[in-house]
């Protein structure tokens, strides 16, 4: 087994331009490293420092490791500067991830906003490797603009999945966009979704989580039925340093996919 204090060099296949401040790199670590999805890795950037990120590729594919990632500050700055053949270091995988057990038999809603959308496409990819075990699985994705929509090349492919919905909107249109315009919380009016046999899964910045959250309750959605995927202040990924608590729970450790129904009685919940 790893040693989960030491990174594992690992080269840069490949760089892959998403939106103007979203990339993807495509890793390709000297021997396969399993995760769940839902579950994150530290990136390190030798001499520069490290940060938890989630894959956003196929845990049922090792053979490389796909993450996508938001340019927001120094490290990101230095990412997105990454080049094919470049080496970084890999540590995890941390956190526990999605319950897809609990998962199996059930209508998934997944809500994403923005670089939200990079780890719910593993737990997508997850769905799909076995679609027969889920009824419904609905996808609803916003962002700014029509520019900040990540990995607009596979809505199409998505959407011809047997019992597989797709729909985006932006904040923001232009004028040659054709699609919604308005806030992601307004694809959720009307889902489809059977809230007898459902949960609901979302990821985004914390202000979009907590008004999706509120949007959910609204429709009809129980805090037990809302998994929440939240990485804000992790740093170590093993609950040592303390920074990413919510009540008694850390998001490294108990994470970063937090059950609602676990955390709605802490004041802290969305920040």
């Known amino acids: 087994m790893d040693n989960l204090y030491q990174p594992i060099e690992t080269q840069v296949l490949d760089i892959i331009t998403e939106t103007p401040t979203i990339k993807t790199l495509v890793l390709k670590p000297p021997h396969p490293i399993p995760f ?13 420092g490290e940060a938890p990120f989630t894959p956003s590729s196929s845990p049922h594919e090792l053979d490389t490791m796909e993450i996508t990632i938001l340019k927001a500050g120094h490290l990101t700055e230095v990412v997105h500067d990454l080049k094919p053949g470049d080496r970084v270091g890999l540590r995890g995988p941390f956190g526990k991830g999605y319950p897809m ?45 029509p520019s900040e929509l990540s990995f607009r090349q596979q809505y199409e492919e998505w959407q011809k999945l047997k019992n597989v919905d797709f729909e985006c909107t932006v ?10 315009v308005g806030l992601v919380t307004e694809l959720l009016e009307n889902t489809g979704i059977d809230l007898t046999n459902a949960y609901a899964v979302s990821c985004g910045p914390e202000i979009m ?30 609950g ?5 608590n919510i009540g008694p729970y850390y998001l490294c450790k108990d994470g970063p996919d937090m059950n609602y129904a676990k955390i709605q009685v802490y004041p802290d919940v969305f920040g």
């Not at 769940?36 to 520069?48: A, D, N």
């Not at 809603?109 to 009824?135: I, S, T």
């Not at 008004?211 to 990924?237: A, D, H, W």
């Not at 040592?240 to 990413?244: A, D, E, F, H, T």
């Open 36 to 48: 769940r999805s839902g579950q994150f890795m530290q990136l390190t950037l030798f001499g520069i």
């Open 101 to 145: 057990k609990k998962f199996e038999g059930k209508e998934i809603l997944v809500v994403g906003g923005g670089v939200g959308l990079a780890p719910l496409r593993a737990l997508l990819y997850a769905l799909f490797h076995d679609l027969n075990k889920y009824p419904k699985i609905s996808i609803k994705y916003g962002a700014r603009n």
């Open 171 to 180: 904040d923001r249109g232009h004028a040659q966009w054709e699609g919604k």
């Open 209 to 238: 989580l907590k008004f999706v959250t509120l949007k959910l309750l609204s429709v009809g959605f129980k805090p037990e039925q809302i998994y929440l995927s939240m990485n804000r202040k992790m740093s170590c990924g093993m």
């Open 240 to 244: 040592l340093c303390g920074r990413c």
